[in-house]
């Protein structure tokens, strides 16, 4: 099977070596701790300069001795679960990276592990750090939501069968997906080993589960999601991300908005649509950060900052619009809404990772 149609890991080892309780003692949990700090003193820096610096701070900083490791293998693993971003060839923190870092560093290491499994879900393939692989799909949902459904499964899973998932069939007929040939070992050795070590995961008699620790929130996490949500094609990608989550929202906020602006689309007021019993323009209300990320969020995200009014077709192409469409209206969202009032802390590269990353 060519690899673009396996489940891969970047780099040569994985990222933590001792619990998070323990990062300081652990040198590649150092190493990880370290170039997320590093990151976000600097809010976004170049792939280049990162690369060029990082191994004299990681020496100053927690005196690792220099070696001959690619600096980009520094990362890179961080990069595949999503805690940072790689965007245009420049490296931030993402929404939940920050979040999992400013935990550490308030020594809330339990809100540290949520924060990473949150991050661990969204992860997907492709992504920037392996952009080789050609498979739209959501590689940890899948492994949380069999290891729920089948309570555990064989190590060995995780080096012939798993990494060898294509399509949702795979997964409703998981036991009688048969195993691939080719040991890809990655899974095992990479992966489980410190989601094992950070009593996420449990491993016993050659079995993997999800701890008890950990599965109450996961299942929680999980529980409007269906197989068929962990799998996409471009266009649907947007929806697949943050509307398997179903919350309520408040009706009568969505209508003073609306009257707010005047029952006028927020991108263009001339784009008039067509007159309804109760508004003399239809336009739809729009949650600028979806409400299906209200855990990685303090504040409530059903609040007049976070909405504007949309025409349909606006409201589509904030979702379903190429890239190139999408970040002009990302800018004009960010400097003409009222969304920093509130979110203060909120970036345009974080309108970038949710929209368009």
């Known amino acids: 099977m060519s690899n673009q149609y396996r ?3 970047p780099g040569n080892g994985n990222p933590f070596d001792s619990t998070l309780e323990n990062w300081n003692q652990g040198k590649m949990s150092q190493r990880s ?18 690369e060029s610096k990082i191994k004299c701070y990681l020496k100053k900083t927690f005196h690792h001795e220099d070696n001959d490791s690619i600096p980009a293998h520094f990362y890179r693993p961080l990069e595949f679960i999503g805690l940072i971003r790689n965007y245009n060839n420049t490296l931030s923190l993402s929404i939940d990276g920050k979040n999992f870092l400013n935990s550490i560093i308030d020594n809330n290491f339990e809100k540290a592990l949520d924060y990473y499994i949150l991050q661990m879900l969204k992860t997907k393939y492709p992504n920037s750090a392996t952009n080789r692989v050609s498979l739209p799909l959501f590689p940890f949902k899948i492994i949380f939501k069999l ?6 499964l064989p190590i060995d899973d995780f080096m012939y069968k798993i990494p060898y998932i294509q399509k949702v069939d795979n997964v409703i007929n998981y036991k009688s997906f048969k195993k691939n040939n080719e040991k890809y070992e990655k899974w095992k050795t990479w992966v489980l080993s410190y989601l094992i070590k950070w009593n996420i995961l449990n491993k016993e008699n050659n079995n993997i589960s999800i701890s008890k620790y950990k599965k109450d929130y996961i299942s929680k ?8 949500d962990m799998f996409f094609n471009e266009e649907q990608y947007f929806n697949k991300m943050y509307y398997t989550k179903k919350i309520p929202r408040n009706s009568e906020l969505v209508k003073k908005i609306i009257k707010k602006y005047d029952y006028k689309c927020f991108f263009d007021k001339t784009h008039i ?4 019993n109760l508004y003399n323009n239809y336009v739809e ?25 949309l025409c349909p077709n606006c409201h589509k192409a904030i979702h379903l619009a190429s890239k190139i469409y999408k970040e002009p ?7 003409n809404s009222h969304l920093t009032n509130t979110f203060k802390n909120i970036t345009l590269d974080d309108l970038k990772e949710i929209y368009i990353l």
Do not use: A, R
């Open 285 to 309: 209300c729009h949650h600028i950060i979806p409400l299906s990320l209200s855990d990685s969020f303090t504040i409530n995200l059903d609040c007049e900052d976070n909405l504007i009014p």
């Open 7 to 9: 489940w891969q890991v």
């Open 329 to 335: 209206l990302l800018n004009h969202i960010y400097h």
């Open 273 to 276: 649509t067509f007159p309804t």
């Open 147 to 152: 290891l729920l459904t089948y309570d555990s």
């Open 221 to 228: 996490l999980l529980e409007n999601t269906e197989y068929s």
């Open 33 to 50: 701790i370290g170039v997320l700090e590093y990151i976000n003193k600097y809010k976004s820096i170049s792939k280049h300069d990162f």
